[in-house]
């Protein structure tokens, strides 16, 4: 993000200073010049010819986030609690790391973006092309590559999945969902 601030001066109908030409205020264009780097000149633009100073600035990067943490920072959000949050950090937070905390103080001021949970095909112990599937939410069960074609979300897993299913000893193969 740039350091250098970029003001424009805007009139009550919604039109900007061109500060290439010098005379005009003016919908937005392509051509014009509706910005200055001087703060003095926008001020004494607006002074001149009416209108108000406008502080033009980059929006900050939204932080990404867990499912988990996502879930708090909307819950938060959802409840204005921005200021409890902000306050009482230590409290919501006690064992986290500073900087996952600071993290999500960002995420609840600039935004957020929830990361895309990770899945695996899950590879049978001692088999060289079988891969487990889900039956059910209680059951999952074998079978060769070419049988799980066309399968995808039975034979993706996630952690929690894994984890749930009694998979933690096998071999994980993350695979990109987006590309299968």
């Not at 509706?34 to 980059?58: D, K």
Request: glycine share 6%; hydrophobic share 30%; aromatic share 12%.
């Amino acid at each position: 993000m740039s350091e250098e601030k970029l003001y424009a001066v805007k009139n009550d109908e919604g039109k900007y200073w061109d500060f290439s030409d010098n005379d005009i205020f003016w919908s937005l264009a392509a051509t014009r010049c509706p910005t200055t780097s001087g703060r003095n000149l926008a001020t004494s633009t607006a002074n001149e010819h009416g209108g108000h100073v406008v502080m033009l600035f980059e929006e900050p990067e939204k932080v990404v986030v867990s499912p988990e943490e996502a879930k708090l920072v909307k819950n938060c959000l959802w409840t204005n609690l921005q200021d409890a949050f902000l306050n009482n950090i230590n409290l919501l937070f006690r064992g986290r790391r500073p900087e996952d905390v600071t993290r999500l103080k960002s995420a609840l001021t600039n935004g957020y973006t929830v990361a895309k949970e990770k899945k695996y095909n899950v590879k049978v112990p001692h088999t060289d092309d079988s891969y487990f599937y889900k039956v059910d939410d209680e059951y999952c069960n074998a079978g060769d590559s070419y049988y799980l074609e066309g399968m995808t979300d039975k034979k993706w897993f996630t952690d929690a999945e894994i984890e749930h299913y009694g998979l933690g000893d096998c071999e994980k193969v993350w695979c990109d969902s987006d590309d299968e």
